[in-house]
Every structure is written in structure tokens, then in C-alpha cells.
């Protein structure tokens, strides 16, 4: 049951300087800066709701380790799925699989654990605080030694982007990069320093609530 229309939300990526559009460029940066820091070798990446992965498949295409990459994008709109899929394809990226399915059943992500590159972009400001910290809590389990975690939050007063980097230092986790707080979109890099924990098939990851019932006091983001 979605809370809005997530296939026309992709629109506004389209509008040139876009508060969204600059977002996509900033996340697009911090993948290729993974990609860069990455060893030698296959790598893994997993991308969490990850709508029409037009961050991971524009960091991709061109990027010199894209045939090194196998990632595994979850998303739940098949239109989204769908636009994914092609972008993929189009992009010449046969590495990049979209699932079709609920992006919280960490089932999904057991054949792409531990990974080099997990993106959780559009996710957090749909959760509950504690959602979110049980979500970093859960990149324990997701995210490999040396790993990175790639996310997105925007900053509404009262600004949570300082607690979430305060939530992956006590998980093991060193920032990388945060956009500056005058940015209208917070973006954080963190990788992971410590061993990853096993992902039990069938653990629920988070719940996602959704933007609009948060902050219209439906389920407010501290509950
Ligand atoms: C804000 S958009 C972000 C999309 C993409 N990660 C990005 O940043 O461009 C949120 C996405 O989450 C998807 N979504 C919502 N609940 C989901 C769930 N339980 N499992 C998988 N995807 C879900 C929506 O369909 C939507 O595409």
C-alpha cells in the first residue's frame, strides 16, 4: 500500500537544479567516491527501495569498475521496476538486477551480503527515528568490512542528520562525507570498520511509513 504515487515522484529528478536533481548528483558522487576506495574485484552492491536506481545506474555507466559491479536493487512499484530494468539495460550495465519485492525482507539480500556499497537514498525520511536506527543498526548485517553505506536525508527542522551520523559511529561505521548542513539535501558516506553480523533470512529491515503520514502527525517520526 503506497502512500503516494512513487512513479510520477521521479519526474522532479528531471527538472534541472531540482532540489531533488542536485540530490541525485551529490548521491551519484559519493557511489563513484566508493567505487574509487573499492579493492580489486568483483564488488557487491544493494540498493534498498531503490525506485528507478537512477542514482547507482548514472554512477555506473562510465564509471571504470562498472563490470566489476554486481548490484541487487529492491523495489516495490513495478513501474519503477520496469523503468529500472530498462534503464539498466540501456546503460549496458548487465550486472544490475531489479527485484521486485518488499525492499525490508532482508531474504533478498543474502546472495549480495556482505556488500562493498549499500545505498539507503529516499529511505530514511519515510521511517520513524527509531525505524531509522534499527535500519543502521541493520547495515551491520548488510555492509562488509571497508564497506559503504550511501544515504539520504533531507533536513527538515528539527534537523535528525546529526543523530543518523551518530547512529552508524556507535554501529562500527566512520563518516566519509556529509554534505555541508546548509545544503537543502543531506547526503552521508559512512564506511564500515567492523566485521559484519549474519543476515537472518526473513528479518523485517524497517517499516516503511511513509513522508506524508510522519509529518502529519499519523505516526510522527519519534514513535
Ligand atoms: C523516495 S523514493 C526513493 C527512490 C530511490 N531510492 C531514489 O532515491 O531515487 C522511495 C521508493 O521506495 C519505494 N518503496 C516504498 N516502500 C517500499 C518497500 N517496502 N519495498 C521496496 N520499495 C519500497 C517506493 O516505491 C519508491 O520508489
Known amino acids: 500500500m503506497f502512500d503516494r504515487d512513487w512513479f510520477t515522484w521521479h519526474e522532479l529528478y528531471d527538472t534541472p537544479n531540482s532540489k531533488l536533481a542536485r540530490r541525485l548528483a551529490a548521491v551519484r558522487e559519493q557511489i563513484a567516491a566508493a567505487l574509487d576506495d573499492a579493492p580489486p ?4 552492491a544493494i540498493s534498498l527501495c531503490a525506485g528507478q536506481g537512477r542514482d547507482l545506474i548514472g554512477a555506473l555507466a562510465g564509471h571504470p569498475r562498472a563490470a566489476d559491479v554486481h548490484a541487487r536493487l529492491v523495489e516495490l512499484d513495478e513501474r519503477n521496476v520496469v523503468a529500472a530494468r530498462a534503464a539498466a539495460e540501456r546503460a549496458g550495465l548487465p550486472g544490475v538486477e531489479v527485484i521486485a519485492g518488499d ?6 539480500y543474502l546472495p549480495s551480503v556482505p556488500a562493498d556499497l549499500v545505498l539507503l537514498c529516499g529511505i530514511l525520511g519515510n521511517l520513524t527515528l527509531p525505524g531509522v536506527a534499527r535500519l543502521v543498526e541493520h547495515c551491520t548485517q548488510l555492509c562488509g568490512t571497508g564497506g559503504s553505506v550511501v ?4 533536513r527538515e527542522v528539527p534537523d535528525p542528520v546529526p543523530w543518523i551520523c551518530d547512529r552508524f559511529d556507535e554501529n562500527g561505521f566512520e563518516r566519509a562525507y556529509l554534505s555541508e548542513a546548509t545544503v537543502d539535501h543531506g547526503v552521508g558516506r559512512h564506511r564500515f570498520l567492523k566485521d559484519p553480523q549474519p543476515l537472518s533470512p526473513g528479518t523485517s ?6 513522508h506524508d503520514r510522519l509529518i502529519n502527525g499519523a505516526a510522527p517520526w519519534w514513535t
Open 103 to 108: 525492499a525490508a525482507d532482508a531474504t533478498h
Open 151 to 154: 544515504w539520504t536525508r533531507h
Open 205 to 210: 529491515l524497517f517499516r516503511f511509513v511513509g
Open 41 to 44: 574485484g568483483p564488488l557487491r
